[in-house]
């Protein structure tokens, strides 16, 4: 029956409101930007969301349908990309098809949690999505249940099987049940119709989801997975996230989230703290593999690619869940939650590989399933574990890895296998199938012997050779010093030559080859190591001069006057060899040492005479220099000599008073000659007539005397001068001298 519309009026208000009641509610609905059409009965929301390109919000202001009665409940096919918002009321219909192409939101803005129950009246899907993409969101509730072999969300079965895209989040719960099959094959609790495949289905935040595929009236037929495909039909792609909870639960010989009978799954994942229990559903007649919880479908041998990245996945009342290698992939699942069980019974069969980085398989594994011991002998593990659980072929395809052990000394060279020690190092890539598959559940375990290799010390090379510069022919030495407990051969290479010595190490000083060349030469020692001590080389540069010689000698005279005759004389010491003498820098011939060398006529003037040895390959060259002076020959004229004639000098004496019995003291004086020079000879000292002293004078006109005797009353004095070859004799007048 239809019933009266609202005016439009009463119907719209401004998205400006419905997008500040959604905020309120704290709802991710995406209902702003629309305008919002209040809806009072089923009769005017059909109309307004069946509208070609219909959009924005159709928000109930009171329940509609009845859940007793058919006459108020209507088919719904909304098209274009709207929402309803149950606002805290309640639907009851038939079934709702998306149009194909379009987006369909079911939400409740509110906390009031209104339900959408559907009970598909025809043969159909209770929410058909095929090729449409159906949100539910916000608080509503939807129950869905299909008809006849009709998925609770999902595909249609009239040609139209395959599911579209469905995405359950924020707070919302949805119950979806697939129709029961009369006859013939069955179809997904959310996904594929009979025939159909799964669509991408995601289930995130907070959303409940249960999901049941159909029951079956025929024990040889198959129905769908809790959530993937529909019999005989793929999976899809299925992700559960955040705190989502999630109860699959397949159809005969289908997964309980995966594909139908005979096929298997996109892929699935579960992250952060979501919660999942798959559970397959029963054998159908001549199955002889069973279905997966999550994977495949009875009897089919694809690939699962499963991924928990967190989260806990619960497989219930299974006697196994198989996992498949793929030649392109060995990846099965990777695990950083929980794989856990509510069986006794269950069990994971594993022949591919199941990756558990931090994750836990808390559950017996067949097949795949190792434990390995690690004995790290006299080194240490640290804080690693001394076991390492794993569940595939190889470490690599596990996930997992192997720690290094230390050893004080020692570099860790591998993991070898306790019963092949001799045998190559575990890489990660070792194929662990030869040590046996897990029959039980049970961990097949084996030991694992850590390998260590010494870590040689340095030799510390150095090599020094002394005197480090030395002249030719003299000794030198060579000292290569290496760690003192180093031992071995050492070798000897001179100038990057072969090994010309090879003496033990730490020899101390070795002769080094005589006579080595004049020049700077290169010595390289060379140790090959021992058990202990790692090679070691040092190189060292020395030289050898050439031997140091020295050149003296003489001149016949170092001056004459030209004409004169003139000769050096070398002595070259330190080398034997032909001396070069040159004048003025000209050489004008050689000689040898000690030999004299007539120097050829000289010119007036200063000349450089020089004698050098040029050296040769093993002596120095040396030299020396001497100057010689020529002068020009000078005649010299006659001396006269004229005789000298005598001159006369006057003396005299002088006295004071003497005391009596005293020797008393006179001062004689001679007056200076005429030519201003003065007297050089002998005078004579007289008492009376008695001479008492004589004394000798040079170029003097003053002279004391101490007379040699004592007087004891007054004497007269007098002196004579005796004369010289130019002084004629002179006396003085008498002094009479008195006592005081």
């Known amino acids: 029956m239809s019933q009266r519309r609202l005016p439009l009026s009463a119907r719209i208000v401004t998205a400006s409101i419905a997008t500040a009641a959604l ?134 079965y009239n040609g139209k099987s395959s599911a579209g895209d469905l995405t359950v989040k924020d707070t919302a719960q949805v119950v979806a049940i697939a129709g029961a099959a009369a006859s013939g094959n069955g179809a997904a609790g959310i996904g594929g119709s009979a025939a159909g495949n799964g669509g991408n289905v995601v289930i995130t935040d907070n959303a409940r989801v249960t999901a049941t595929a159909s029951t ?51 892929s699935f994942s579960i992250s952060d703290s979501a919660n999942v229990t798959a559970i397959p559903g029963p054998n159908p007649t001549g199955i002889t593999t069973p279905a997966d919880s999550i ?39 990777i695990n950083f939650g929980i794989i856990t069980n509510t069986a006794t019974n269950a069990i994971l069969t594993n022949n591919a590989a199941i990756q558990s980085p931090t994750g836990l398989v808390a559950m017996p594994v067949k097949n795949r399933n190792y434990t390995v011991y690690l004995n790290a002998g006299d080194g240490s593990l640290g804080e690693s574990s001394a076991s390492v659980d794993f569940h595939a072929r190889t470490l690599s395809l596990a996930g997992a890895t192997l720690p290094t052990p230390s050893r004080a000394g020692y570099t860790f060279t591998g993991w070898k296998f306790a019963d092949n020690l001799a045998g ?51 000794q030198q030495k060579v000292t290569a010093t290496f760690a003192a407990s180093a031992t071995g051969p050492v070798n000897y290479s001179l100038d990057g030559g072969s090994p010309s010595i090879v003496a033990p190490a730490n020899s101390g000083a070795i002769d080094l080859p005589a006579n080595l060349s004049v020049g700077d030469h290169a010595l390289t020692v060379t140790y090959g190591g021992d058990d202990m001590y790692l090679p070691g080389t040092a190189t060292t540069t020395f030289s050898v001069s050439k031997i140091p010689t020295t050149m003296t000698g003489f001149l016949s005279a170092s001056s004459g006057v030209i004409g004169s005759n003139f000769s050096v004389t070398p002595t070259l010491t330190g080398a034997i060899g032909a001396i070069t003498i040159a004048v003025d820098g000209a050489v004008v011939g050689s000689t040898s040492t000690g030999t004299a060398f007539a120097l050829p006529p000289l010119s007036v003037g200063t000349h450089s005479i020089a004698a050098s040895f040029a050296g040769d390959a093993t002596h120095a060259a040396s030299s020396a220099g001497f100057a010689l002076s020529v002068t020009a020959e000078v005649a010299v004229p006659p001396v006269l000599i004229t005789p000298e004639v005598p001159v006369t000098a006057k003396i005299a004496v002088t006295a004071k008073r003497f005391a009596k019995n005293s020797k008393p003291k006179v001062t004689v004086k001679i007056s200076a000659l005429g030519d201003g020079k003065k007297a050089t000879g002998k005078i004579a000292v007289y008492v009376g007539k008695k001479k008492v002293k004589t004394i000798s004078i040079t170029n003097k006109t003053v002279v004391k005397v101490t007379l040699p005797k004592k007087y004891s009353k007054a004497i007269k004095v007098r002196a004579k001068f005796l004369g010289s070859a130019t002084i004629l004799p002179a006396t003085s007048k008498t002094l009479k001298l008195k006592v005081k």
């Open 424 to 474: 190559p190092s575990v890489a990660l890539t070792t194929d662990f199938s030869a040590k046996g598959t897990s029959s039980t559940g049970a961990p097949v375990e084996f030991t694992l012997v850590a390998s260590y290799q010494f870590i040689k010390l340095a030799s510390t090379a150095a090599v020094s050779v002394l005197p480090n510069i030395a002249s030719y022919g003299t």
């Open 216 to 266: 079956l009236a025929d024990s040889g037929a198959s129905s769908g997975a809790g959530i993937g495909g529909g019999s005989i039909s793929f999976g899809g792609t299925i992700t559960v996230s955040g705190n989502a909870v999630v109860v699959a639960n397949g159809g005969a010989g289908a997964a309980g989230i995966g594909g139908g009978k005979g096929q298997g799954i996109g």
């Open 23 to 156: 905020v309120l509610a704290g709802l991710s609905v995406p209902l702003a930007a629309h305008a919002v059409t209040l809806v009072t009965n089923s009769a005017s929301l059909k109309t307004q969301i069946e509208a070609p390109g219909a959009s924005g919000v159709y928000q109930l202001t009171q329940n509609i349908g009845d859940p007793v009665t058919s006459d108020t409940r209507y088919q719904y096919m909304p098209s274009g990309t709207l929402t309803i918002d149950l606002h805290g009321f309640s639907v009851w219909s038939y079934d709702f098809t998306a149009a194909e192409g379009s987006t369909l939101t079911i939400t409740d803005s509110t906390s009031g949690a209104g339900t959408l129950t559907i009970q598909a009246a025809t043969i159909s899907a209770g929410i058909n999505t095929h090729n449409a993409a159906v949100v539910i969101s916000g608080s509503v509730k939807v129950n869905a249940t299909g008809t006849d072999s009709n998925p609770g969300i999902g595909g249609h």
């Open 295 to 333: 994977g495949n479908g009875a009897n089919a041998n694809g690939t699962n690619h499963l991924v928990l990245n967190g989260g806990t996945w619960t497989i219930p009342n299974l006697s196994q869940q198989r996992f498949r290698e793929d030649t392109s992939s060995a990846t099965t699942i």
